[in-house]
C-alpha cells in the first residue's frame, strides 16, 4: 500500500526518535515531497542536506518497513545519492 507524505514523515520520525544521525538528510519523494531529517528532528522542508536520497515513496515506504534492503536498494537503482556518500552509508542505522 502507498503511504502519503504525511505517513511516511510519521514513519521517518520514528525511526529517528532515539537520535538520529548527526548529519542533515533529505528524501527527495519527487512530486510527492520532501522528507528533511537532521538528528531527531524531521519536517518536510525542502532545505540544504549534507546528503539527498532520490526514491520514490512506493520505495521509502519498503524500506522503512524493512521489506527493502538499503544497499540493494541503492544497487538495484531504487535509491539515488547525492553529496555526502558516507552520510547515506550512516541511513542503515536508522532505516
Known amino acids: 500500500r502507498i503511504m502519503s507524505l504525511e505517513q511516511l514523515t510519521e514513519a521517518v520520525k520514528g525511526k ?9 538528510v533529505k528524501f527527495d519523494l519527487g512530486e ?7 538528528g531527531s528532528a ?7 542536506a549534507d ?3 532520490g526514491i520514490s515513496p512506493e520505495d521509502l515506504s519498503e524500506l522503512l518497513s524493512g521489506d527493502l534492503n538499503p544497499t540493494a536498494a ?11 556518500m558516507s552520510v547515506a552509508m550512516k541511513l542503515g542505522s536508522i532505516v
Do not use: H, P, Y
Not at 524531521?42 to 540544504?48: F, G, I, K, L, Q
Open 51 to 53: 546528503c539527498t536520497v
Open 42 to 48: 524531521v519536517s518536510n522542508d525542502d532545505a540544504e
Open 74 to 84: 541503492f544497487m538495484g537503482g531504487k535509491l539515488k545519492v547525492d553529496g555526502d
Open 16 to 24: 529517528v526518535a532515539g537520535g538520529g544521525i548527526e548529519e542533515s
Open 32 to 38: 510527492t515531497g520532501k522528507i528533511f531529517v537532521q
